[in-house]
Structure formats: structure tokens, C-alpha cells
């Protein structure tokens, strides 16, 4: 009888085992929301959701939104909010817009199709962002100002001032290679898709394997090494699949047949072009870890969730608050910049309704991947994978027909849930 008492798992055992794999449940929870949405959506339209063409629009779908959640993470760690950045993304589109079409070439003389024209644009958006950003926290930060009142103005004003820019017109066409940002027509193809698909598994396992070696050194503990090659696995096999699956979704043959010695086929029939990873894709995937290194390893970073943690201590140690909020928002001002460069190039054209009701999904997908509206948790990825849930049910509720009216009360629902089950998890768990 001792025996067998002795051989059954305690909860207590449970716990350390846990603990001793490191496993986030946060993250688990998510991944495994994300695959219940996709299993129910494949099912309800035949197949068709996990198809390699529905997920690569889904990707190219997500990125704009999820450059943008990444810099609204750092905004609710410090207990603020951020309403208005769908109006600053139309905002920094409009100037792209207008700087491709009218203004530099009319005022500066430079031609249009210029090699300069696309990169002067995107220089003058990101400025543009990071100004407005700065002034709206200056108003937070230096005037003392609620960044809930100052946001939603902000919300009223860069709405319209985008209007004003354009004087309620599309602006377009865009430049070729800026629309290339948009994901659809700017691509890896496969051979390049592969290269760096494979460069990346690498790269993050040997970042596994590197930490893990980092922790031994410092007497920390660590996972058990089974459990360590296991993790590795799974990432190398995401990372691969993911590019398989992209590499999976070819051009049309149209398209291909239409210029098929540019896709180097010997003949336009029979040839098979992969579009590859979208340019927006790396676009995101360079946004996640300059704001994860960010958070991590940079003084700014520890600065930011400290003040999220208590602010007044925060401020009693030496750290400049004012000053503080005053770079955050003008980060998220560049972020917004970045992501109406991919949301106008996917599109092609600047439009009046561009990023519109951006700021619910934003700030849906930072609570959804596990940000603290009280301030002091979150992560990047974490808001990445909250903008990838998001979009895969708007995506999923488009393909079977509800109306829009219908995907944004589910989107709202969605949110309070998210929210109702953060607060739920903290009390069990006595998190702050």
C-alpha cells in the first residue's frame, strides 16, 4: 500500500515537474486557442481555412496590426493607453501617399517610378509617426494629461487631419517597390524562402542551446535536457512548416504564363513559381526582436516594466517617468508609421478608411497575448500571437459569411473574455 502511494503523483509532483520544464502556460494557452479557432473554421468551411493560399493571406492580414501591438504592449505596461492609432496610421499614410504621388514630385522635382521616391517616403512616415507620438506623450507625460483623453482626441484629430492631407480623395497608384512592403506581390520565392527558413531554425536553436549553457554557467536552474531538445524540435519543425506552407501557395498560371522567363522557366506551361515568405512577414519578424531585445536586454526595457510595476517607485529610484512616456509614444508613433507603410502597400493606394477601428485591435490583441491592463506584464510575442488570434477569426467569420457587423461583436466579446480570464488567472495563481 506504501507503495503504491508512494509511486502516484502528488499535485505537489505536478507542480515541480512544471516548474522544472518551464512550460508558459500563457503561451500554451494561446497556441492552444489558436488551434481550436483553426480546427473549427477548417471544419465549418470544408478545408478551406488551412489552406496554404487562405494562410498566406492570413499572415499578410496580421502583420499591420501586430507591428502595431508590439509598441501597445510597452503603452499598457505602464498603465496608459493608446486610442489613437489607427487614426495615426491613416495619418502617416496619407503623408506617404501624398509624398509619392504630389509632393516630391512636384515640389522637389524628383520623377515618379525614382528609385529615391519609395525610401524618402518611408523615411518622412516614420518621422511623421515619431513626432505626432512625441507630442502625444509630451501631453502625457510633461502636462499631466489622462493618455486615455489625449488619445481619444488624438483619435478625432489624426483621423481627419489624414483627410484634410488628401482632401477625402484615394491617393494612388503607389510606388512599385513600396507596395512590395504589402506581402502579396513582394516575396521571397521558394529557393530564398528556404534559404532563410533554414538559417532561422538554426539560429533559434543554437539560441536555445546557447541559453541553456548561459544558465549552467550561472548556476541556474534548467529544463531537463530531454525536455530542452523536445522545445528545439518543436520550434525547428514551426519554422519549417511554416515556410513549407508558404512555399506550398504558387503564383497563378496566368501570372506566370504572363512573364514566365522573369520566373526562369524554359516554357510557360508546366512551371511552378511558390510566392515564399511575404517581405511584410520579415518586416514583422525584424519589428518582434528589435522590441523583444528591447524589452529584455536594454536598460530602456527594464525602465519600461518597472514603471509599470509601481510607478512611484519607479520615479523615487531616478527613473525619468516623463521622459520615459514621452519615448514610448514615440515609438508606437514609428510602429504606426511602419504599419500603414504594409497596410497602403497591400492595398496599393491610401485610402479614408484606412486603419480604421485598428486601435480595438490593437489593444484586443496586446490583452489577448497576455499584457496586464494594471501594469507591468507582457511580451512581445505574446501580443503577436493575440493580433494572429484576432485575425484568424475575422478571417474565419469572413470566409463563412458573417457579416461584419456580427465579427466585431464577437471581437468585442472576445476581448472582455480575454480580460475576465487575465484577472481569473491572476487570483489563482496570487500574480500581481
Not at 467569420?397 to 472582455?416: E, F, K, R, S
Amino acid at each position: 500500500m506504501s507503495d503504491q502511494t508512494q509511486s502516484t503523483p502528488t499535485p505537489a509532483t505536478k507542480r515541480n515537474i512544471f516548474k522544472q520544464l518551464e512550460l508558459d502556460t500563457r503561451l500554451l494557452g494561446m497556441i492552444g486557442a489558436f488551434l481550436v479557432v483553426c480546427l473549427v473554421f477548417n471544419v465549418w468551411t470544408d478545408g478551406r481555412f488551412l489552406t496554404p493560399r487562405n494562410i498566406f493571406n492570413l499572415t499578410i492580414q496580421t502583420v499591420s496590426v501586430a507591428i502595431m501591438a508590439t509598441g501597445m504592449v510597452f503603452v499598457i505596461v505602464t498603465r496608459h493607453i493608446d486610442l489613437s492609432v489607427g487614426a495615426l496610421l491613416a495619418t502617416c499614410t496619407a503623408v506617404m501617399g501624398m509624398l509619392q504621388t504630389r509632393w516630391l514630385p512636384g515640389m522637389l522635382g524628383i520623377e515618379i517610378g525614382s528609385p529615391l521616391i519609395p525610401w524618402i517616403t518611408i523615411g518622412l512616415g516614420l518621422l511623421t509617426g515619431a513626432l505626432i507620438g512625441a507630442m502625444q506623450g509630451w501631453l502625457v507625460g510633461y502636462r499631466g494629461i489622462p493618455a486615455f483623453i489625449v488619445t481619444l482626441g488624438g483619435l478625432l484629430v489624426w483621423r481627419n487631419v489624414g483627410w484634410y492631407l488628401t482632401s477625402g480623395q484615394t491617393i494612388g497608384p503607389l510606388d512599385e517597390t513600396y507596395v512590395l512592403f504589402g506581402g502579396i506581390t513582394g516575396t521571397l520565392g521558394a529557393d530564398w524562402s528556404w534559404i532563410i527558413g533554414i538559417a532561422a531554425a538554426v539560429a533559434a536553436a543554437a539560441g536555445l542551446w546557447s541559453a541553456r549553457r548561459t544558465k549552467i554557467r550561472h548556476e541556474f536552474p534548467v529544463k531537463p535536457v530531454w525536455a530542452e531538445v523536445a522545445v528545439i524540435a518543436v520550434t525547428v519543425l514551426a519554422i519549417l512548416g511554416f515556410v513549407a506552407v508558404l512555399n506550398a501557395y504558387e503564383l497563378p498560371e496566368r501570372v506566370v504564363a504572363r512573364d514566365f522567363a522573369a520566373y526562369g522557366c524554359a516554357q510557360a506551361e508546366g512551371c511552378n513559381v511558390a510566392y515564399g515568405i511575404p517581405y511584410s512577414v520579415l518586416l514583422l519578424i525584424f519589428v518582434a526582436i528589435v522590441m523583444t531585445v528591447i524589452a529584455t536586454r536594454t536598460r530602456l526595457g527594464r525602465y519600461i516594466f518597472a514603471t509599470g510595476g509601481n510607478p512611484d517607485a519607479a520615479s523615487l529610484s531616478g527613473i525619468n517617468t516623463r521622459l520615459l512616456t514621452v519615448k514610448i509614444f514615440a515609438m508606437v508613433g514609428v510602429l504606426c508609421a511602419l504599419g500603414g507603410v504594409v497596410a497602403s502597400a497591400r492595398l496599393g493606394y491610401h485610402t479614408n478608411d484606412i486603419g480604421t477601428l485598428d486601435e480595438l485591435r490593437v489593444i484586443a490583441a496586446a490583452v489577448i497575448g497576455g499584457t496586464a491592463l494594471s501594469g507591468g506584464i507582457g511580451t512581445i510575442y505574446g501580443a503577436i500571437f493575440g493580433a494572429l488570434i484576432m485575425q484568424s477569426l475575422q478571417s474565419g467569420m469572413a470566409m463563412v459569411g458573417v457579416d461584419a457587423p456580427y465579427q466585431n461583436i464577437v471581437v468585442g466579446a472576445v476581448l472582455v473574455f480575454a480580460v475576465w480570464v487575465d484577472i481569473e488567472y491572476r487570483k489563482r495563481t496570487g500574480a500581481k
